[in-house]
């Protein structure tokens, strides 16, 4: 997994790799290099092609002077263009000597027309100005040269670390920041790359290996997921049987929302539980029996009483799919939170349900470590899964709020009610009371649709049954539902990838 981190953080890491014996310069050229092998993927060839690189006068410029090294001696054409100073301190002083002068260079400021009519005719444009050293406004002369780089030159665009004009720590942009079309992140990922609006105006992004290890990394703000959690899928085992892999119950559904008990009972059959058994109005049964025919299902007519035994002989109950905001869903899920002693997943109308009285959870959101051990650290019994406009009802939070610092809202809130928050959206932030922060890596615009919502839930719901434990349950099913979305999308419009296909190919 990679690492989310502050300025701060990055920092801490290179100045433990240097205490290990890397050398500045060396995660310099490595920077360079990673950044030069990117571009010669993407935009080759490089011979005889039209580069302008962008260089500030911190270490970003001095990245840009490696990199436009590398680029000359591979037969491009290379202006480096000073926006504002040359590098006038420390290692970005010593490159500035070093390189500069085997290097074609000019200064924005005096040379604007000509500058300009270069950029027009580029092929590529590297931002090498601010990177994490940004924040307030743009200089007005930058301000206007990012301005018409953004609307009049039509090169390939790349930033290195940040775009220019992104605050590396808030995510704020100021006006006309450097728009690219890709982001190449040094190190580990910037906080800031998730907040909004500036995930709107950072491109495609493309981590660069500069040569830090995981233990360079003794602070940072989250981890971003990859394959390596796959490790904590449910193990199938020769001598199981279905009572093996769990049982779940799926209280969903209503007269407006037949769907998604439908899909969120299907996800968490195909996702490997047992049994899945869904309790639904009469109705919402007749419609999905015949759909989903290895489930079991259980009237909610019946009354919230006889739902006791299933409570109570369940691995883990999902509430809230389809549910309706009514007087009867808040007494089901109150029901609910107060008599299962099982991992709960809640989602949508379930969330909507607690709204009003926020503070049930702190008193019913833990389950002891261990039936012998009073002492031993609670952990976590509820899993909560809102998009932002949910996430505002229960915190109060406007959703520009939220979204412009997901990860610490999602933190904060899992830590205060000892629950564990899936925020839902781009990068989906999974974070747990212990503080650990996970950033999901998976997915596409295939999910925006009605539905995948109930899909994830019953992934998650399905994982927890089967015994995986609740905050890699929750990671685990975000990993998997973007997974099937991104393997959908090589053969399938992203405009047509619905909700049922990720359901159906989540094996």
Do not use: W
């Amino acid at each position: 997994m990679d690492f989310l981190v502050t300025a701060e953080q990055m920092k801490n890491a290179e100045s433990n790799a240097v205490q290990r014996g890397l050398p500045l310069l060396n995660l310099a050229q490595n920077a360079a290099a990673a950044c030069f092998n990117y571009i010669s993927r993407t935009a080759a060839p490089i011979r005889e092609k039209k580069f302008v690189i962008l260089c500030g006068k911190g270490m970003n410029g001095g990245d840009g002077l490696l990199l436009a090294a590398l680029l000359k001696e591979d037969g491009g054409e290379v202006l480096c263009v000073f926006a504002g100073d040359i590098p006038n301190t420390g290692l970005a002083k010593e490159i500035y000597s070093r390189y500069a002068p085997n290097l074609t260079t000019a200064s924005y400021s005096g040379n604007e027309d000509n500058i300009k009519h270069t950029l027009q005719k580029s092929q590529v444009i590297i931002d090498c100005v601010f990177g994490t050293g940004f924040s307030g406004k743009l200089d007005y002369k930058i301000n206007e040269l990012f301005g018409f780089i953004n609307t009049a030159c039509c090169g390939i665009k790349f930033s290195v670390d940040l775009p220019s004009g992104v605050d590396s720590n808030s995510g704020r942009r100021a006006q006309n920041s450097f728009i690219p079309h890709t982001t190449l992140i040094l190190g580990a990922f910037k906080k800031s790359l998730l907040s909004h609006p500036a995930r709107d105006y950072c491109g495609d992004y493309a981590l660069m290996d500069i040569g830090l290890t995981a233990q360079d990394f003794t602070k940072f703000e989250g981890r971003f997921t990859d394959s390596s959690i796959l490790v904590c899928r449910p193990k199938r085992y020769r001598t199981s049987h279905k009572g093996t892999h769990g049982r779940l119950l799926n209280i969903a559904g209503s007269e407006q929302y037949i769907g998604a008990a439908l899909l969120s009972s299907k996800a968490a059959v195909k996702s490997g539980t047992g049994i899945v058994t869904l309790a639904a109005p009469k109705n919402v049964v007749f419609s999905v029996a015949g759909t989903i025919p290895e489930a079991v299902f259980f009237h909610m007519e019946y009354g919230l009483k006889s739902l006791l035994p299933q409570l109570q002989s369940t691995d883990a109950v999902a509430v809230g799919c389809g549910l309706g905001n009514s007087k009867n869903s808040r007494k089901i899920v109150d029901f609910v939170l107060k008599n299962a002693d099982c991992p709960i997943i809640l989602d949508a109308d379930g969330i909507n349900s607690i709204s009003d009285n926020i503070n049930i959870l702190q008193t019913l959101s833990v389950l002891p470590a261990s039936p012998d051990s009073k002492n031993a650290t609670a952990i976590p019994r509820l899993v909560l899964t809102p998009h932002p406009a949910e996430f505002s009802r229960i915190t109060g939070l406007t959703v520009a709020e939220i979204q412009s610092n997901r990860v610490d809202y999602s933190r904060n809130f899992a830590k205060k009610f000892k629950v564990i928050v899936v925020l839902k959206g781009v990068n989906t932030v999974i974070a747990a009371p212990d503080g650990r922060v996970a950033v999901n890596t998976t997915g596409n615009a295939g999910l925006a649709k009605a539905g995948t919502g109930d899909v994830l839930t019953g992934i998650i719901a399905s994982l927890a049954a089967q015994g995986t434990p609740l905050f890699e349950a929750a990671v685990l099913g975000v990993y998997l539902h973007g997974l099937t979305a991104d393997e959908l999308a090589q053969t399938i419009p992203l405009s047509r990838i619905t909700a049922s296909d990720i359901a159906e190919n989540i094996p």
